[in-house]
């Protein structure tokens, strides 16, 4: 998509030169690689007054001008500039070849910059005057198009396959920490870059925390099993969370402390309409909650946007500013723990649709019927 990362870099690069700047260094990994296509290591992306440089480091056995371990290939508009010799910092090099080509200032990534990297872009080129980009980059980043639906859908596929698989396989005896692996070899093996976070299983008192770290409990009949697990797929990352009931049929406790966070989540969901407030769509799903009488421990927020980052904007939290867009993807996430009895937690990535087009699209689509195993 080399023209796609073109106009990605001119609409962030009105955006610059609208506050004031002449240049941009755009140092977040993910940004670089929203605006580039590749993301080697360390690598940083002027956007210059005459034109735009990859900048990155020398990596022993690799060709000069080749990013190293890049998955791809930046653009024909796009230069790469490698430094010369190993242990430079990129960012630096990089201000310094924006004051090279006469810019006379730089909008930079601060709130990704360390202070003394700060410091050292300062000091390379002091003609320079440094300004904030702020989160510029971000904002371009929360409408997704069509390519990169595709790659979130692709991904959630893979999730669910894994899933499915784990489900249909003997769980009692084996430990949190052997199935969380299970998983994750499982989404590598039907064409994943990798899991998409640190997979979560809980089970029995553990069941329901929110990121949970896989312990060596092992699983036991009548447990409650919760599981948080993502895909990613050419960089693009989705997520979901199930909980079951292992062995037996569920206990009265169990199925109704379900059907509360799966009330709670279908609100959410039903809430992911095109204006819809940030807040709002918390507060929907928070609300089923809180009627119950779950006010304490509930999570800070009910979901978040998912992409190149696994939490990124928005956030579906109950401060939020700002509102949904159509082609916006996000996580809805409602979940309950009881302390010492363990608890629920039902989670989805799904697409902001307009009602006209049938409303928000279903990325994760495995059950979420409250299952036997």
């Known amino acids: 998509m080399p023209e796609v990362h073109e106009t990605r870099r001119a609409r962030l690069r009105d955006r610059v030169n609208a506050a004031g700047s002449a240049s941009a260094l755009v140092t977040r990994p993910a940004n670089v690689r929203y605006l580039t296509g590749v993301a ?3 690598a940083v992306l002027l956007l210059g ?53 006469g810019a006379d200032s730089l909008a930079v990534e601060e709130h990704h910059l360390t202070v003394a990297r700060h410091r050292a872009i300062g000091s390379v080129a002091p003609a320079l005057r440094l300004a904030d980009v702020g989160g510029a980059v971000e904002q371009l980043r929360v409408i997704k198009d069509e390519e990169e639906i595709s790659c979130l859908r692709i991904g959630a596929e893979i999730a669910d396959q894994a899933l499915g698989e784990l489900l249909e396989s003997i769980l009692v005896g084996r430990t949190e920490r052997h199935l969380a692996l ?42 409650f099993l919760s599981v948080c697990l993502g895909a990613t797929y050419h960089g693009y990352r989705c997520e979901i969370g199930r909980t079951f009931v292992i062995g037996t049929s569920p206990a009265d406790w169990q199925i109704e402390l379900y059907d509360l966070v799966f009330a709670s ?34 999570p800070e927020s009910t979901g978040h946007g998912v992409g190149l980052e696994i939490d990124e904007e928005p956030q579906l939290a109950p401060a939020a500013m700002g509102k949904l867009d159509a082609c916006v993807p996000v996580t809805v996430e409602p979940g ?19 009602e006209a087009d049938g409303g928000p699209e279903l990325l994760t689509i495995t059950t979420k019927e409250l299952l036997a195993l």
């Open 265 to 298: 989540q279908r609100a959410g969901r039903e809430a992911l309409v095109p204006g819809a407030a940030y807040r709002d769509v918390d507060r929907a799903a928070r609300q089923v909650l809180d009627s119950s009488g779950y006010t304490e421990g509930l």
């Open 40 to 42: 080697p290591p360390g």
């Open 49 to 101: 007054r005459t034109e735009d440089l990859l900048v990155h480091g020398t990596t022993p056995g690799t060709t000069p001008g080749t990013p190293a371990a890049a998955d791809g290939r930046p653009d024909d508009a796009l230069r790469v500039h490698t430094l010369p010799s190993p242990g430079g910092d990129p960012a630096v090099a990089a201000a310094d070849l924006a004051a090279t080509q």
């Open 336 to 354: 309950v723990h009881l302390s010492g009895r363990g608890g629920v937690r039902i989670d989805d990535t799904l697409v902001v649709r307009p």
């Open 182 to 223: 299970e998983l994750e070899r499982r989404l590598v093996d039907h064409g994943a870059d990798g899991p998409a976070f640190r997979t979560s299983v809980g089970t029995g008192p553990h069941s329901g925390r929110r990121r949970h770290r896989p312990t060596d409990r092992r699983v036991e009949e009548g447990d």
